[in-house]
């Protein structure tokens, strides 16, 4: 794991330095910047070096834990994560508990209700979500909440929102959160959706789930001590990659719905070309996927008695 970590950045690091120009571009199209300054520039921010050399340099801090310094914020990298990380996580956290609470609920639900009209109805929600891209989802709640005025349409909190009580502010919250949370999570819940009922749906057709129901257990014992169990193993496995992907998708999200989360200053710095803060999001990104499959495998063995005898 650790040195796919040090393969992610280096990846990262060479997209950003291939792309078309650097830091300074804004500056360079003020016919007012003289080349003096430009060049001062430079060299301060370490840009006169060989892309090699800037990379063994971040990595050198990076192992000291420093993120780096920020071209644009003047500031260091870690500074500004910091004061964005609580709103990311709980972005993240309320999708992923939509994406898993309500795709494995509504999986066990179809699967046992199979070709039934509700079955029906719930495939067809699940597809919807898989074909239509979050970005376009985002746009349209967006648009839903400016018409009818039920949710906010940006933000994280109310222009009062200090003013209120403690209570208050969590109902705030809870409003704003609402539909970003709808449109970074809806995609994955319908993918869920359709593997728990398709695990399930294979698990009750084995022979041992006939044979508990020949012994004479009660249906639900059958489904949720028999089925269940060994229907929900390879949805753990894409938990991992679940958690990881959160940040990518909340880049987008965050930007339509004006989050003040690490998915604006990200999308910010790709545009400026402040590479250190997307170096930062990289190995972020790694960690959460590293961390995401090690749960994983924790749960895996908590739910599975074989995989602990292995």
Do not use: C
């Amino acid at each position: 794991m650790v040195p796919e970590l040090f393969v992610i950045t280096f990846i990262v690091f060479i997209i950003m330095q291939a792309a078309p120009g650097d830091f300074l571009d804004m500056y360079r199209l003020d016919p007012s910047v003289s080349e003096a300054f430009l060049r001062k520039m430079e060299k301060e921010l370490g840009l006169d070096k060989p892309w090699i050399v800037q990379y063994g340099i971040w990595l050198k801090n990076f192992l000291t834990g420093n993120f780096g310094y920020s071209f644009y914020y003047r500031r260091p990298v870690s500074s500004l994560i910091w004061e964005r990380v609580f709103a990311t996580v709980i972005l993240s956290l309320s999708s992923l508990a939509f994406e898993w609470i309500l795709g494995v609920v509504f999986g066990v639900f179809s699967a046992l209700k199979k070709y039934s009209l509700w079955d029906k109805i719930i495939t067809v929600i699940a597809f919807s979500g898989i074909a239509l891209p979050g970005f376009f989802l985002a746009i349209l709640l967006l648009f839903v909440a400016a018409k009818t005025g039920w949710f906010p349409i940006a933000g994280m909190i109310s222009v009062n929102h200090f003013q209120m009580s403690m209570w208050e502010r969590f109902k705030d919250i809870l409003s704003h959160l609402i539909l970003p949370t709808i449109a970074l999570g809806f995609g994955g819940f319908a993918s869920l959706m359709r593997y728990m009922r398709g695990s399930l749906l294979d698990v009750l057709n084995e022979d041992y789930v006939e044979f508990a129901r020949a012994k004479g257990m009660p249906e639900r014992v059958v489904i949720y001590k028999h089925a269940f169990r060994n229907a929900i193993n390879p949805m753990i496995t894409l938990l991992g990659f679940s958690i990881s992907g959160i940040l990518g998708g909340a880049l987008i999200v965050e930007n339509i719905f004006s989050w003040p989360g690490m998915g604006r200053l990200v999308y910010q710095a790709l545009l400026q070309q402040d590479v250190y803060v997307v170096m930062a999001s990289a190995v972020i990104s790694a960690i959460l996927l590293v961390i995401g499959n090690l749960i994983a495998d924790i749960l895996l063995a908590a739910v599975d008695p074989r995989v602990r005898y292995e």
